[in-house]
């Protein structure tokens, strides 16, 4: 499975950024897609979820009304629209198959900071 995150970079607080992620190696419809992020000295943590249809969507607390995931299944991509965005915000975000006890390979990530 390949997973390509991109999209991150250098935003101020409250600003916004919209991250992709192309994935290739897996019948991408069959499966659930979730979003991840990892802060410097801390755990993976989940974000966003989204169901295999796009459906139905999940989000960690701290990112319901801020955050929107969505996903093109002609094109094996899921996406993560982030709004409001705060300093702890800040991580390197990666896509793979939801839940994470299912995930695969982790790809590169992409970086995201906040920061002004």
């Known amino acids: 499975v390949q997973l390509q995150a991109y999209g991150g970079g250098l935003v101020q607080p409250g600003g916004s950024l919209r991250l992709s992620c192309s994935v290739s190696?897996?019948?991408?419809?069959?499966?659930?897609m979730g979003w991840f992020r990892q802060a410097p000295g801390k755990d993976r943590e989940f974000v966003a979820a989204?169901?295999?249809?796009?459906?139905?969507?999940y989000y960690e607390e701290a990112m319901k009304g801020r955050f929107i995931i969505s996903r093109d299944n002609t094109k094996n991509t899921v996406d993560l629209q982030m709004m409001s965005l705060k300093p702890e915000d800040t991580a390197v975000y990666y896509c793979?198959?939801?839940?994470?006890?299912?995930?695969?390979?982790w790809g590169q990530g992409t970086q995201v900071t906040v920061s002004s």
């Open positions: 190696g897996i019948t991408f419809s069959d499966y659930a």
């Open positions: 793979n198959v939801a839940p994470e006890e299912r995930a695969r390979s």
């Open positions: 989204i169901d295999r249809s796009g459906d139905m969507k």
